[in-house]
């Protein structure tokens, strides 16, 4: 690994990773806590685990990290609580605080007691108090029940009177008169239970009633009108209020196992109306009774969680950070005297004299007699990859994040990335109405940032928003190459002075036939508008927009291939410039640049030559004549030069390379023995050195090396065709985003302009409006997107990109928010 | 306006922009070589863009044929 510059230039942020060093902290006991408490608030460190081999149990402070999952876990139940009564713990954080751990522990523990306990009593009482508005109800029902049944008995009574006095003819039923003697004298008294059943179960209640006393029993069931709450479950349901009435113990026995079974409640109710309108005053006053002291559990219960709220972030704060320092002391060895933990740990160099500062500042404040100790080590291993992004930047390192994290210090894309990215995409939606929209649309994300960020938002807007500054670019973008196309909604405009073609004669009559002519210079910028709608117009841009894709497509992978030799020269790899930045750039350039050349020499020249045949016979008759298809002067030695610079480049990118590198790996075997000595002054690091020492002496397998080789050269010659050939994405889609937006702005909006109706011209433009926001903004926008983003993973960072480094994670208090949701 | 002109005045913008971001975000000399690089690569790209579609209209071999309809 080299070092960093060495060059005219100083070093570009972001292009490499940071400088980053492993450090050794041995830190005394007593003072542990607090350092790591400082580390975490610096956020600089990424602490290795040195006890990986022990599990969780076994660590030193296992005991600790319990304590805290049982204090989150007692917030959250607080949480739990504070949901359910409606309160939402309040962000703005008070300020006093320095709550000991221990104090805070608990503190915990007695408010979790006393919730419990007010919530045990809450249920209690609400149950009492659910149980006594059914039971009047019960008592309401049943009430107009016997009242009702005992009118109609009187009346059936003094009807039956009636009729036997009136007519006692024939039709008389002679036993009746028996019947009813018997009756009175074999009167049994029945029974009858009261009580509540849910109204789903009634049907099947009284059905199972009938069959199991064999219909002996007389069922009335009324339905209550408003749901009504279960005491038992504390649920909202419909109920009916069911009176039955039997007779026998046996018959008692069995309705009150099936009421059980039904969970169906059952109250004491008295026949006698004195007694009912007693019963009723009596629970009403206890309802009342009970409401009240309900009403005031719940005040005191909502007073203790609002102090609670007003606290918890505050809390949940602590006791997340309390859990993060003992993880990370958990991954501390302890030194032999048990006196002191040494820590292992990667952090940037820029952040030494921090962190330095802070070990000083823990020593101090802990009081501890001796302060930490800070020293750097040598390792052979490889360090993670961090990047200092910015809100601008984070978006676009994200992108390239997501292919492969960079190798360490390696050449990273993204800084170009975060202007080629928008650029591609810019050209496959270019239209300077649509890049208008989505700037606004992004702008309200930028104006609104800093409300937005402290809220939850949904999956989507949250991508939208983090992406906020990349859309951006893109819409500016977009502006830009919608002004070159002249496209606003597939309108052109006249903004940059006057169309060059115009009528061969005042009379215009060859305009649809033999075409217009060019009359003035070149239109100064973009597409001349007179192209817009003509019949040529499909030819023109075909072939325009065709070779803009070889030629910006073959500029990008150059610029891919220059960062590969960035890279080889920065990690001092010189076979990596000589036998594949050289040979690499040779073939690609003398293919596919030479055909740039060609696009750009026959528009200079406006010859008639055409560049399929050139290529196509550069490679099957190098030696024939090129007749009409000759563009310069000397074309065919040229050409016949490229490709023998082709040729031999395949071989020079496959062959020496592997060579090379079993020559060299056989000399540094020899000199082995001299290496040796150089490595005994490094007898204090020797335990970083230890574990890395192993990747040293890999066996060298030479077919292995070749073998890749083969496969990067292939991979290389093929690509080469490839890859262009995957730049004409840019032509397929920025030809379908300005058709399809032709399209919607002629086949709707000048259409329904036709009619002369202000209805329809209405529908109209709802339409067009639906459709360029449906189709043009949103789903063009993500295929644009993704194919930028392909161009970007594949074509561009396959030239020069390993992306096989792992992130740099810190140890840090700043992101413990992120990490729980 | 011809090509030579008009390139001359990408490159102004190209500088005047990279002066501009020299001078009001000036945060160290790494910092200011990303600005720097970000300027010239989306001057470079706007002008590769503007220099195609000027180029390919210089020397027309096919005009514009306007549509029966107008």
């Excluded at chain 1, 969680?305 to 501390?332: A, C, P």
Aim: proline share 3%; with cysteine.
């Amino acid at each position: 690994m080299g070092d960093r510059g060495g060059g005219c230039c100083p070093p570009m942020d972001l292009f490499r990773s940071e400088a980053m060093q492993l450090v050794q902290l041995i830190i005394p006991m007593e003072s542990a806590h607090l350092t790591v408490s400082y580390l975490g608030d610096l956020g600089l460190i990424q602490f290795k685990d040195l006890n990986s081999d022990k599990s969780p149990f076994q660590r030193t402070y296992a005991a600790q990290i319990k304590r805290c999952g049982e204090m989150a876990r007692k917030l959250r139940f607080f949480k739990e609580q504070m949901l359910k009564a409606g309160f939402s713990p309040s962000a703005k954080s008070l300020g006093e605080t320095n709550v000991g751990f221990d104090d805070l522990e608990v503190k915990l523990g007695e408010l979790e007691a006393e919730l419990v306990e007010m919530n045990a009593n809450g249920d209690k009482l609400q149950r009492g108090y659910n149980e006594l508005l059914e039971y009047k109800l019960v008592l309401q029902k049943a009430g107009e029940f016997f009242t009702s049944a005992q009118c109609s008995a009187t009346a059936q009574q003094r009807e039956m009177e009636s009729q036997q006095m009136g007519d006692q003819t024939l039709e008389t039923p002679l036993l009746r008169e028996q019947e009813t003697a018997t009756d009175l004298s074999k009167q049994v008294k029945l029974g009858f239970i009261t009580g509540l059943v849910p109204r789903e179960k009634s049907m099947a209640f009284e059905r199972i009633l009938f069959r199991a006393t064999r219909g002996n029993v007389f069922l009335k069931q009324v339905p209550a009108e408003e749901p009504i709450t279960d005491p038992v479950s504390g649920e909202k349901m419909e109920k009916n209020v069911f009176v039955v009435f039997y007779s026998g113990e046996r018959a008692k026995n069995k309705i009150l196992k099936i009421c059980e079974a039904f969970g169906a409640n059952r109250y004491p109710f008295a026949e006698d109306l004195g007694k009912q309108a007693l019963m009723i005053t009596e629970v009403s006053g206890r309802i009342s009774e009970l409401k009240t002291t309900i009403d005031a559990g719940l005040l005191q219960r909502d007073n203790l969680l609002r102090t609670i709220g007003d606290q918890f972030e505050q809390w949940n704060l602590m006791v997340k950070k309390e859990k993060s320092i003992y993880h990370t002391l958990n991954m501390l060895s302890l030194d032999v005297t048990k006196k002191c933990l040494v820590a292992e740990g990667w952090s940037p160099v820029f952040a030494t004299k921090q962190i330095q500062e802070a070990l000083q500042r823990a020593a101090f404040d802990s009081n501890s007699q001796v302060g930490a100790i800070f020293q750097v080590l040598h390792t052979r291993e490889s360090p993670p990859t961090y990047f200092r992004t910015n809100k601008f930047t984070s978006a676009f390192q994200e992108i390239v994040d997501a292919y492969g994290v960079a190798k360490y210090q390696e050449a990273n894309p993204g800084v170009y990335t975060i202007i080629t990215f928008p650029f591609l995409f810019a050209v496959m939606f270019g239209d300077w109405g649509h890049g208008i929209c989505l700037l606004l649309a992004t702008l309200f994300f930028i104006v609104r940032e800093k409300k937005l960020s402290s809220q939850k938002l949904g999956d989507i807007t949250e991508m939208t928003f983090g992406g906020r500054y990349v859309i951006m670019m893109m819409s500016l973008f977009s502006i830009y190459t919608g002004l070159v196309y002249n496209e606003f909604f597939s309108v052109p405009f006249e903004l940059f002075g006057r169309s060059a073609y115009a009528c061969r004669d005042l009379s215009c009559r060859d305009a649809t036939t033999v075409g217009l002519i060019k009359v003035r210079d070149t239109y100064p910028f973009g597409v001349d508008p007179a192209w817009h709608g003509s019949r040529s117009e499909l030819p023109f841009l075909n072939s325009l927009k065709m070779k803009m894709s070889i030629l910006l497509g073959v500029a990008q992978m150059n610029l891919g291939i220059i960062l590969s030799y960035f890279n080889a020269i920065f990690f001092r790899n010189g076979l990596n410039v000589w036998f594949q930045f050289i040979p690499q750039m040779i073939f690609l350039n003398s293919l596919f640049g030479y055909l740039s050349f060609l696009i750009i020499v026959k528009w200079c020249t406006g010859s008639q030559a055409d560049l399929y045949h050139i290529l196509i016979y550069m490679f099957l008759s190098p030696t024939d004549e090129l007749g009409e298809n000759q563009l310069f002067p000397g074309q065919k030695i040229t050409q016949q030069v490229l490709l023998l610079l082709a040729l031999v480049s395949v071989p020079w990118m496959l062959l020496p390379k592997p060579f090379l590198l079993k020559r060299e790996h056989e000399n540094r075997h020899q000199g082995q023995s001299y290496a040796a000595l150089e490595s005994t002054d490094e007898t204090l690091l020797s335990v970083a050195n230890h574990d890395s020492h192993g990747h040293d002496h890999e066996e060298f397998e030479f077919s292995e090396i070749f073998v890749h080789q083969l496969i990067h050269t292939i991979e290389f010659v093929l690509g080469a065709v490839s890859n262009t050939a995957s730049y004409l994405r840019l032509w397929a889609l920025s030809l379908a985003h300005s058709e399809l937006s032709v399209v919607f702005y002629e086949k709707v909006l000048l259409l329904a302009w036709g009619y002369n109706n202000i209805i329809i011209l209405i529908v109209g433009i709802i339409v067009f409006i639906f459709a360029t926001v449906g189709v043009l903004l949103i789903m063009e926008t993500l295929s644009a997107f993704l194919h930028a983003l392909r161009l970007h993973w594949v074509e561009f960072q396959n030239k020069f990109y390993e992306g096989d480094g792992y992130k740099f994670y810190p140890f840090s208090f700043a992101l413990l928010d992120d990490e729980e949701d | 306006m011809g090509f030579l002109v008009t390139t001359l005045i990408f490159a102004v913008i190209g500088i005047i922009a990279s002066l501009c971001t020299r001078i009001c975000c000036n945060r160290g000399p790494s910092a200011n070589l990303l600005h720097l690089t970000l300027v010239i690569t989306a001057t470079v790209c706007c002008w590769m863009m503007w220099a195609i579609v000027y180029l390919a209209q210089m020397k027309p071999l096919i005009v514009p044929i306007l549509s029966e309809g107008e």
